[in-house]
């Protein structure tokens, strides 16, 4: 089964790097861009075909890893590659 | 008008990221991780209230800047802020 994490800056953090790509775009003349923000896609192939014990399991992945919660937010899309 | 814009690398392109990602679950316990990429997401705010031309505008953006076409692929979702 393979899960998306979709991880991103809690709104009210500051953003450097969107701040930089938003600057770049206005630069290259793209000056409709009001805000930019950058967040990250973790995919996963994962060993378990069900569907709530890999959520579980990626839940865990979030928590222990791959998002920092005191200032990210993360939201796990569940992909089943038989379907 | 908000945008997301996927970018994630192409198929056979190495992603040392995801592998040391996928080191560090393993080393955590999670076995059942066979494998792991990591992509990121720019979410765009627009100043562009017409569908197409915002979607021509981030595509744009997305060859000059957001994506490097030899090794990423790039994928927009144009999300209706008054939706």
């Known amino acids: 089964m393979k899960a998306k994490v979709h991880v991103t800056l809690k709104r009210g953090v ?4 969107g701040k930089a790509i938003a600057h770049a775009l206005h630069t290259l003349g793209f000056d409709q ?23 579980a399991a990626v839940e865990a992945m979030c928590t222990a890893l791959l ?9 796990i899309e569940l992909v089943d590659a038989r379907g």
Chains 1, 2 share one sequence.
């Open 67 to 75: 998002a920092n919660t005191v200032i990210e937010d993360y939201a």
């Open 33 to 55: 861009v009001a805000d930019a923000r950058q967040g990250k896609v973790i995919e996963l192939e994962i060993r378990e075909s069900d569907a709530v014990a890999a959520k």
């Open 14 to 17: 500051l953003d450097p790097q």
